[in-house]
């Protein structure tokens, strides 16, 4: 054997050796690691998100998912559970006034943030308070708060201008008036952006976390019910793309992952377990409901036939079946003031013989504004654009590529229809979307009716009062056809073999990992 | 070469300005508004222009412009709109995610690319003819599509290779590696195939020289002309391949660490430009150019290295 030789064969066995090894050790590697580890409680949970946190301040912070970021640093008052039932936190109890103006909150006693200072009833309407004035987006969720006292130490009272009976709702884990930050926190805002000062289950870890990309929870040992803690340590991975949702998940990379209808299909062909919940109810609103742009959205019986004029179910069969629902009335199915076998469905003739009645029986043009991000590939804009087009309105869709850019043309009242998503537990959730100023009332129109039934809901004396006044709330609307409903997506999410306890409903389509009660917690698979 | 190293950096400061006005000016063509991006769809006009006030959005462009580069000529790069941190910190943490990718792929390119070309070349026939076929779909695969596939089938299928995420060095060479090979082999495969096809037919040009022809008849060992003679002047143009190569990699990070969820400078500009988070798309451009400026000076050092009539001039 030559000499010179033997270096190049050496090489050759070294590199075969590595690559071996490598292999070897991936294998072991890719075993070793799954979303959730441990068999009962300990362990770290890894779960996916699709979008960076707006900010990890939860006075600044994001609402429904995204609350993830400050939901596990931060314990709320009020926790709702899977099935949107609100269970005590923070707050023990809470009650209000016969007029729905007063919530008057019972605090828990022997809590403490992170940073060692005791909860009680001051620090509450502290941080309350520092919510309303800290420049977050969804101050207006607070409600019409009109003061804020600690009549004693373990009792709050958030006093309203007007009837709030959503009060409570919007003191829950999604809601960043809801999450308690301890004074520390409220004295220097700044460094909640690096260290959290809450009570939750979980602590931020900066030193474990990379901004935008993986953001690390470890275990509060200051928690105040431990046995409610399931994981030592909580990852939150931000991943965007749906093809590296669904390997992150697939392979066991995250326990819990969002995905989108196709991505689902193959997720579930994976043996993954998927949990759905009825979420957006996508529609056409008419904002120029005064007609000041265009007339003929003024005239009731032309939106009527706007309404009339959609196939839904030919859209959600478009969409996905599984996972889209064909929608004609304001809310989804399962949301307080959902009726039952009621809603717009498609009647051509009917709507063209309303257009012929209103003076319109050649129809008209109508520039609709959407976007393609969340109506991907304008799917759902171009079906409406569609069906209006054969009862005669020939609609021109104005596509913006980013939601900022399709929220100021709104605003910009340069359009009188805009198609557009909306949520809301109940039909005066989503009804507060076109009576209140905002993206989907750049005009600032009102109806009187709408506007009576929305305060008569909030003044309701109780849960089944409430109820009948959502679903005439719902007809309402409907007659109104203010929005024309056209169809209601699916949050999908998939869950590994080894997490147990994720559920969703209409009424809380986020499931987070954290309960206050072990028994709506997220658990490690045994 | 010392004068035009230095040439070259004094030019470099000057690129660096004219890349990050081009930037600046490419972004406040971008319609949204970052303070919209924060407050969401339901905050009060009010509230996104107190906001946009608090955030420096409410001056004339040219003034932002002229705050950023005089805190940049201060060694301060800003501050992220969104999430506040300074951007010098999140290109810290994330360069050297991006960096170890360019390395490994730069290292894959040329080290791959070189012998099979050289290879090919020297062999001939079927493994010739099959490199000018399989370099063509290398150029037609883009870096996104080949990324997906071998997740599919290293990552989901064959549970080889993680499907996503990135472990740091610190954490051990072997998991570092790991995490690296799909997203790298991703990167790769279309500048692999483009230095293999410009080294095989520089070399072929090479070994059709009189030159050569004289080595030969003079006995010189075939090992020895392939080695110090075809490579060495071959490699000039593969040189310059590579050099594009390189940067086009730099594009194809964007999304190959978005694929492989890579917390790099890939994926931080990705979301900072839908965010319209202006001060780390700038911060990122600026590592960008620089990028580009050192491959290009490497290049042009290695050329003089290879060719000393270069180093002459």
């Not at chain 1, 919530?103 to 200072?117: H, K, N, P, S």
């Not at chain 1, 004074?183 to 474990?208: E, R």
């Not at chain 2, 290292?107 to 099959?130: E, N």
């Not at chain 2, 995420?165 to 790769?188: K, R, T």
Request: glycine residues 10%; charged residues 15%; contains cysteine.
């Amino acid at each position: 054997m030559p000499a010179s030789r033997l270096p190049v064969r050496a090489l050759l066995a070294g590199v075969t050796a590595v690559a071996i090894a490598l292999t070897a050790s991936a294998c072991s590697d890719a075993a070793s690691k799954g979303g959730a580890s441990g068999s009962t409680k300990g362990g770290t949970l890894t779960t996916q998100f699709a979008g960076i946190p707006i900010s990890l301040n939860p006075a600044l912070g994001g609402s429904g998912g995204s609350a993830i970021f400050t939901a596990l640093p931060y314990d709320s008052l009020v926790y709702q559970t899977g099935d949107g039932k609100l269970i005590p936190d923070l707050a023990t109890k809470w009650s209000f006034n016969s007029t729905n103006t007063e919530l008057t909150l019972t605090i828990r006693d022997g809590v403490t943030f992170t940073d060692g200072e005791k909860l009680d009833a001051a620090a509450v309407k502290a941080s309350i308070e520092y919510f309303l004035k800290a420049g977050g987006g969804d101050v207006r969720y607070a409600g019409p708060v009109d003061s804020v006292t600690a009549p004693s130490a373990d009792t709050v009272t958030i006093t309203y201008k007007s009837p709030y009976p959503d009060g409570p709702f919007f003191l829950t884990q999604y809601w960043g008036v809801g999450q308690i930050i301890g004074p520390k926190g409220i004295a220097d805002p700044k460094s909640l952006l690096t260290k959290s000062d809450g009570t939750g289950q979980y602590a931020y870890a900066a030193s474990q976390s990379v901004t935008n990309s993986s953001y690390t929870y470890v275990k509060n040992e200051k928690y105040f019910n431990p046995d409610a803690q399931q994981y030592d340590k909580v990852v939150v991975k931000v991943i965007g793309d749906p093809s590296a949702t669904l390997s992150a998940v697939t392979t066991g990379q995250a326990s819990f992952a969002g995905l989108n209808p196709t991505t689902a299909a193959n997720a579930k062909s994976s043996g993954l377990k998927l949990v759905t919940a009825p979420f957006f109810t996508w529609g056409l609103t008419n904002v120029d409901y005064q007609g000041t742009i265009a007339p003929a959205l003024k005239n009731k019986d032309v939106r009527q036939a706007m309404a009339l004029a959609i196939d839904r179910g030919a859209l959600a069969s478009a969409l996905g079946a599984d996972y889209n629902q064909g929608n004609g009335q304001l809310g989804a199915k399962g949301t307080d003031g959902y009726v039952d076998g009621y809603g717009y469905e498609q009647d051509v003739q009917k709507a063209k013989s309303l257009l012929a009645g209103a003076g319109y029986p050649n129809g008209f043009t109508l520039t609709v504004l959407t976007e393609n991000v969340l109506d991907n590939q304008t799917t759902i804009s171009q079906a409406i654009a569609s069906d209006l087009g054969k009862v005669g309105i020939t609609v021109k869709l104005d596509v913006k590529n980013t939601v900022p850019d399709f929220i100021q043309a709104s605003l910009s009242k340069k359009y009188a229809a805009v198609i557009w998503p909306v949520i809301g537990a109940t039909s005066a959730q989503v009804l507060a979307n076109f009576i209140q100023p905002g993206v989907t009332n750049p005009f600032g129109n009102a109806d009187p009716t709408l506007t009576k039934l929305y305060a008569d809901a909030q003044s309701a004396a109780d849960a089944s009062a409430r109820t009948a006044v959502f679903e005439q709330i719902t007809k309402a609307s409907n007659d109104a056809a203010w929005f024309v409903p056209v169809v209601s997506t699916d949050n999908i999410f998939a869950v590994g073999k080894d997490l147990t306890g994720v559920t969703a409903s209409a009424l809380n389509p986020n499931p987070l990992p954290i309960a206050p009660d072990p028994a709506y917690a997220w658990k490690a698979a045994k | 070469m010392i004068r035009l190293i230095v040439t070259r950096l004094v030019l470099s400061a000057v690129l660096v300005v004219i890349a990050s006005l081009a930037i600046f000016v490419l972004m406040s063509f971008v319609p949204g508004d970052p303070a919209r991006t924060i407050l969401g769809a339901n905050a009060t006009p009010d509230l996104v222009a107190r906001l946009r006030e608090q955030l420096g959005l409410d001056q004339p462009l040219p003034v932002q412009y002229g705050e950023w580069l005089a805190g940049v000529l201060h060694g301060d790069l800003g501050q992220s709109v969104l999430s506040g941190d300074p951007v010098a910190q999140l290109i810290a943490v994330r360069l050297p995610v991006t960096l170890s990718l360019l390395l490994l792929s730069t290292l894959a390119i040329s080290v791959i690319g070189t012998v099979v070309g050289l290879g090919s070349a020297v062999r001939g026939g079927p493994l010739g003819r099959l490199l000018d076929t399989v370099s063509l779909v290398g150029l037609a695969l883009p870096s996104y599509w080949v990324a997906i596939v071998l997740v599919a089938l290293f990552a989901v299928a064959i549970r080889v290779f993680p499907a996503t995420g990135y472990q740091p060095f610190v954490d051990g060479p072997v998991p570092w590696f790991l995490s690296l090979v799909l997203p790298v082999a991703a990167l790769s495969l279309g500048g692999i195939t483009i230095v293999a096809k410009q080294m095989r037919d520089s070399a072929l040009d090479v070994l059709g020289r009189d030159y050569i022809r004289v080595l030969r008849a003079s006995g010189i060992r075939e090992r020895s002309i392939v080695f110090k003679h075809v490579l060495r002047n071959a490699a000039l143009p593969s040189l310059t391949v590579l050099g594009i190569t390189v940067v086009g990699a730099l594009t194809g990070a964007v999304f190959v660490e978005n694929v492989f969820v890579l917390p790099g400078l890939g994926s931080l500009v990705t979301q900072a430009t839908t965010s319209h988070d202006l001060p780390v798309v700038l911060g990122v451009g600026v590592v960008f150019t620089l990028v580009v400026i050192v491959v290009n000076l490497v290049v042009d050092v290695l050329y003089g290295v290879l060719n000393p009539k270069v180093r002459v001039r």
